[in-house]
């Protein structure tokens, strides 16, 4: 039959995507799916089962931010400049709660470092304050702690306990005979004190572990989520997943309480510092009015003064006004001074500056006390970074920037009110002049007199300021305000739902995903669907596996799957050769141990059965098997006719003890020139007398693959089997015979899959139990087969 006949274009085949043949490929193990979702989903019902529930502890607080303020200074200056960065107070305050060191704080004041549980025979029961047994380390060996201290504590009722540990790999334990009692260990001395309010347990074992405090600050620190409610507001929500409701809720009641008394604190330096410095200045302002009171004291009684005439009060009525201002304008100047000395004392620009001394400049005023809030701001940073942190750089550079400006600003408050004094002299010139004539003990009584009044009147400013700060340090207000206190929600993991939907896709996934690896490792073919897309050549049929060793599996009156596929293949090949005259058909495959010859014997005497003289010739002269396969004498053959050793083909040819119709042409001896033998022209003599004998003849050839006898032999062939064999054969071997069927090297070439295994599925496994071997010694290297099937190599011999 035409070539075109039995074309099939596999590249059309691979785009088009057989949807149902993929779901019978895999429904054809629905045993191994079902079985897998059902592990799967027992699996998920004891994960569930023994996985301890995680709740969703939350609370919701308003952060007061006390730094705000109206009006324009020097710092919205700075800023609308960009010298000064403007931060987020909330961002700034959800740093500080979330700080490694203030959630240490909370650890510690709970206790959080030491956790207990039961022993349970598959999970543990974790015990907080239902504990029977309450267990701590001294305080000094907490922070040094490097690994858990684990103890396992045993309960008698006897009231004694045994205490076995381990610390860091190293082993300890004691017996206890009274609590509360205090044991040695490698981490340091550990109390063990029994809780009143919970009932003892005698039969598990109560599991403790103590962790460093940071550690466990650390891990809370991963879980702990801070986020505003809005971004128009200071509410922020804090959640926290934990095990344990009520240790949730404890932890974040606790946070806020610490950040609102470390928040106080905070703010308290500020008042504290600026009371030790008024308190400084009173003590020398005691000692210096004091002075001055007695020096006047004295000048009194020394020059007898009892009374001021009546035309120098006159005279000096005008010139009270302004000395009164220039007293005022002094004041301040003192006051100034003082602070720009305490500024740079000792030029430490984070020290807090004193606020509220009495200086009356709202610019100064300002700038001192935003100085003071960064300087705060700095510190807490610092307590939750290094000096690194682009945020305590920006501050730092701010803190100079205001340095500078402090200190500028003192300068010019400075100058103005030495300009003012100037003014003040000078019209106090004038009038003095006018009271010339006042006695010198006047003037000098009057001197005396104005230092003693400056000095008062600046050691009473002081005592007030001394109050004010008082009053500030004793009504500062916390920070944070709880709005919720600490809830716990439901479950929120594991999700029953989720996990066991998960179980059901991994039970359908898990099969699925090894079949689909299997198949894509598989490099050998596997079926006649895979045969098929890898070629185009037609399909002549498929030869099922057989356990029986017997190399002649059609046998007459003989009904089985084996007999019924080679009538099947036998009906496919008179089809092909339907033309007169075409009756020889070679059989090769790609590689020895494909069941070329197995296929040439059986269809041989499947031919036979339907009264068909049929003659097989074995022409694989390298390695000739056919003779030993049928029980036949191989030393004279097909070679000796080639080589003109025999002339009369009738000598050579055996008639089938177990078929009249089946004659055998053997190989013959192995001739030292193979391919020089075949490229004879008694080869077409031979067959071309043959012809005229034989209904059919089979030509059982080398496989092609690994020499070129077989295409020297198709010049005298009418049509070629081309022999594969499931899970021996190689995909890329298709490549050759797609070479062969595009070049036409061969005579109308069909495929064979030979070895199929019927499964319920409708799918083919390969394999039969006969042998095969090959040991070519004339360049081509050796190979070969055992019964089983299986290739033997051997190496090339020169």
Request: glycine letters at 4%; proline letters at 4%.
């Given at each position: 039959m035409a070539k075109e006949q039995f074309y099939n274009n596999p590249e059309e085949e691979e785009d088009r995507i057989d949807f149902q043949e993929i779901i019978f490929k895999y429904l054809s193990y629905w045993k191994w799916i079902v079985g897998s979702v059902v592990i799967c989903m027992i699996g998920a019902f004891f994960y569930l089962r023994y996985t301890a529930p995680v709740y969703n502890i939350s609370s919701t607080i308003l952060l007061k931010d006390d730094k705000k303020g109206g009006g324009v200074d020097e710092l919205s200056t700075l800023q609308d400049w960009g010298v000064l960065s403007s931060k987020n107070n909330v961002d700034n305050?959800?740093?500080?709660?979330?700080?490694?060191?203030?959630?240490?704080?909370?650890?510690?004041?709970?206790?959080?470092?030491?956790?207990?549980?039961?022993?349970?025979?598959?999970?543990?029961?974790?015990?907080?304050?239902?504990?029977?047994?309450?267990?701590?380390?001294?305080?000094?060996?907490?922070?040094?702690?490097?690994?858990?201290?684990?103890?396992?504590?045993?309960?008698?009722?006897?009231?004694?306990?045994?205490?076995?540990?381990?610390?860091?790999?190293?082993?300890?334990?004691?017996?206890?005979?009274?609590?509360?009692?205090?044991?040695?260990?490698?981490?340091?001395?550990?109390t063990l004190a029994l809780n009143p309010v919970a009932e003892p347990v005698y039969d598990q074992k109560i599991l403790v572990t103590i962790m460093n405090p940071l550690t466990v600050a650390r891990g809370y620190a991963g879980g702990l989520e801070i986020a505003p409610t809005s971004k128009t507001t200071s509410v922020?929500?804090?959640?926290?997943?934990?095990?344990?409701?009520?240790?949730?809720?404890?932890?974040?009641?606790?946070?806020?309480?610490?950040?609102?008394?470390?928040?106080?604190?905070?703010?308290?330096?500020?008042?504290?510092?600026?009371?030790?410095?008024?308190?400084?200045?009173?003590?020398?302002?005691?000692?210096?009015?004091?002075?001055?009171?007695r020096d006047l004291e004295s000048y009194k009684k020394k020059e007898k003064i009892t009374d001021i005439q009546t035309d120098a009060q006159l005279a000096l009525q005008t010139n009270s006004e302004y000395k009164k201002k220039r007293v005022e304008v002094e004041t301040q100047l003192s006051l100034v001074q003082y602070l720009e000395n305490y500024v740079r004392g000792d030029k430490d620009k984070t020290k807090l500056v004193p606020a509220n001394v009495g200086i009356t400049d709202p610019t100064l005023l300002a700038l001192t006390s935003k100085y003071n809030a960064y300087l705060l701001e700095r510190d807490r940073l610092l307590r939750i970074s290094s000096d690194s942190n682009p945020a305590v750089q920006s501050l730092n550079n701010t803190i100079d920037a205001m340095y500078e400006s402090i200190l500028a600003s003192l300068s010019s408050v400075y100058q103005g009110l030495v300009i003012s004094k100037k003014d003040l002299d000078r019209q106090a010139q004038l009038f003095d002049t006018r009271i010339g004539n006042v006695p010198t003990m006047e003037r000098e009584y009057t001197e005396k007199a104005r230092q003693q009044q400056i000095k008062s009147e600046l050691f009473l400013i002081l005592l007030q300021k001394r109050e004010e700060n008082s009053l500030a340090l004793s009504i500062t207000a916390t920070s944070a305000k709880v709005i919720d206190d600490a809830f716990a929600s439901g479950p929120i993991s594991p999700k029953r739902s989720l996990i066991y939907m998960i179980a059901f896709?991994?039970?359908?996934?898990i099969p699925i995903a090894v079949i689909y690896l299997r198949d894509l490792l598989n490099f050998r073919i596997g079926n006649r669907h895979e045969l098929e897309k890898l070629t185009s050549v037609s399909m002549l049929g498929e030869?099922?596996?057989?356990?029986?060793?017997?190399?002649?599996?059609?046998?007459?009156?003989?009904?089985?799957?084996m007999v019924e596929a080679f009538r099947?293949?036998?009906?496919?090949?008179?089809?092909?050769?339907?033309?007169?005259?075409?009756?020889?058909?070679?059989v090769t495959s790609s590689m020895p141990g494909e069941g070329k010859s197995f296929i040439a014997i059986n269809l041989a005497v499947s031919l036979a059965l339907i009264n068909k003289k049929v003659l097989l010739i074995g022409l694989d002269v390298r390695k000739p098997t056919l003779?030993?396969?049928?029980?036949?004498?191989?030393?004279?053959?097909?070679?000796?006719?080639?080589?003109?050793?025999?002339?009369?083909?009738?000598?050579?040819?055996?008639?089938?003890?177990?078929?009249?119709?089946?004659?055998?042409?053997?190989?013959?001896?192995?001739?030292p020139n193979p391919a020089e033998l075949l490229l004879n022209d008694r080869l077409d003599e031979m067959v071309g007398t043959l012809r005229k004998e034989y209904d059919f003849i089979i030509i059982d050839t080398a496989p092609i693959g690994l020499v070129s006898d077989s295409l020297i032999v198709g010049r005298v062939a009418d049509a070629t089997i081309y022999v594969a064999r499931a899970n021996v054969t190689y995909k890329k071997h298709m490549e050759w015979l797609n070479d062969l069927y595009s070049t036409s090297k061969l005579p109308a070439l069909s495929v064979l899959l030979n070895g199929v295994t019927i499964e319920k599925s409708g799918y083919y496994g390969y394999g039969y139990g006969y042998g095969y071997g090959y040991g070519y010694g004339y360049g081509y290297g050796g190979y070969g087969e055992d019964k089983d099937g299986n290739h033997q190599h051997r190496h090339h011999r020169k």
């Open positions: 305050e959800i740093e500080v709660l979330k700080s490694k060191n203030l959630l240490k704080s909370v650890v510690n004041e709970l206790k959080l470092y030491t956790s207990y549980s039961l022993e349970g025979n598959i999970r543990n029961t974790q015990l907080y304050k239902d504990s029977p047994l309450y267990v701590d380390l001294n305080y000094n060996s907490l922070d040094s702690l490097i690994a858990p201290v684990l103890l396992e504590v045993q309960m008698s009722s006897d009231g004694k306990a045994k205490v076995t540990g381990k610390y860091d790999d190293v082993e300890f334990g004691e017996t206890i005979t009274e609590f509360p009692a205090i044991m040695e260990s490698p981490a340091g001395m550990i922020i929500n804090i959640s926290l997943p934990e095990t344990n409701k009520q240790r949730g809720k404890d932890f974040l009641n606790k946070l806020v309480d610490v950040y609102n008394r470390e928040t106080i604190e905070d703010k308290n330096r500020v008042a504290k510092n600026t009371e030790t410095f008024i308190d400084e200045r009173l003590a020398k302002l005691d000692i210096e009015l004091g002075s001055a009171e896709v991994l039970g359908f996934a030869i099922p596996l057989t356990k029986d060793e017997e190399y002649v599996a059609v046998k007459e009156n003989k009904n089985d799957s099947a293949v036998r009906t496919n090949l008179q089809f092909t050769l339907s033309g007169t005259g075409h009756k020889v058909i070679m003779a030993s396969y049928l029980s036949i004498d191989n030393k004279r053959g097909a070679t000796n006719y080639l080589a003109s050793m025999e002339d009369d083909l009738s000598k050579l040819i055996h008639q089938t003890s177990f078929n009249n119709n089946l004659y055998v042409l053997p190989a013959g001896p192995i001739p």
